[in-house]
């Protein structure tokens, strides 16, 4: 059963009528028998935008870093030339998981280090495939400081050689790093 509140516009035959839906949604029903004025209307817009816009916001608490430092790294400072950039330097690139079994998972974690004069932001890391997932440091790493990359391989599904990459992009020259993963996935004899 809906509830109605209903309020008349300008004359008795303008009715107006709000109702809570059986999923709680909020259903506005007009039913205009004279002219409504254009200022109700406009009324009456900017109320229902007002209502739909409001769970719009994110939920995260991230803090905000203009994608411009990322996809273009010399916007961070109009003057800045390369050597002024992060420079992202990985102890190994590329690993080796030896052989696995098929529907075995393998975590392999790349250490890092920023050897630039800026603080490194990783704005994304995408693998190659939805069977590879990395996970990476979502806050700026200062000159000097080190982290890692945890990238996450699952085999199942997957058989013989494997070659898998992450790619990093952050405020690096060029913007993209790749890092890389491979091995040997064994499927079991029945």
Not at 51 to 75: F, G, H, L, M, Y
Not at 80 to 108: C, H, N, T, W, Y
Request: aromatic share 4%.
């Amino acid at each position: 059963m809906h509830q109605t509140q209903s309020s008349e516009c300008q004359s008795e035959r303008d009715v107006l009528s709000l109702s809570k839906g059986s999923r709680g949604h909020l259903i506005i029903k007009i039913q205009i028998l004279n002219k409504m004025k254009i200022k109700n209307l406009l009324f009456l817009s900017a109320f229902v935008i007002a209502i739909t816009s409001c769970n719009n916001e994110s939920a995260t608490n991230d803090p905000e870093v203009s994608t411009d430092v990322i996809n273009d790294p010399a916007t961070a400072a109009e003057d800045a030339d390369d050597s002024e950039l992060p420079v992202i330097e990985f102890e190994e690139d590329v690993m080796d998981f030896g052989e696995i079994s098929q529907g075995e998972k393998v975590k392999r974690i790349y250490r890092f280090t920023n050897t630039g004069k800026s603080d490194l932001i990783i704005s994304d890391a995408k693998g190659s495939c939805g069977c590879t997932v990395p996970r990476w440091p979502k806050q700026p790493i200062k000159p000097g400081q080190s982290g890692d990359i945890e990238v996450v391989f699952d085999s199942n599904g997957k058989q013989g050689r494997q070659h898998k990459t992450v790619t990093l992009i952050a405020n690096t020259k060029p913007n993209t790093t790749v890092i890389a993963l491979k091995g040997d996935v064994l499927v079991p004899e029945k």
